[in-house]
């Protein structure tokens, strides 16, 4: 979830919270299922 994902983002990164709120979710996590859908 993206929950999970963004505490895992920020653990992994000294919970920087500054530049979590600057990358997108979309960015640090990309949708690796989208070229499944697009099929």
Same mark, same amino acid.
Do not use: G, H
């Given at each position: @979830?993206? *929950? @999970?994902?963004?505490?895992v *983002? #920020? #653990?992994?990164?000294?919970?920087? =919270?500054? @530049?979590? /709120? /600057?990358?997108?979710? @979309?960015?640090? =996590?990309?949708? #690796?299922?989208?070229?499944?859908? /697009?099929?």
């Open positions: @979830t993206t *929950w @999970t994902q963004e505490l *983002w #920020l #653990l992994s990164n000294d919970l920087d =919270y500054k @530049t979590a /709120a /600057a990358i997108p979710l @979309t960015e640090r =996590y990309p949708f #690796l299922d989208l070229f499944m859908f /697009a099929e």
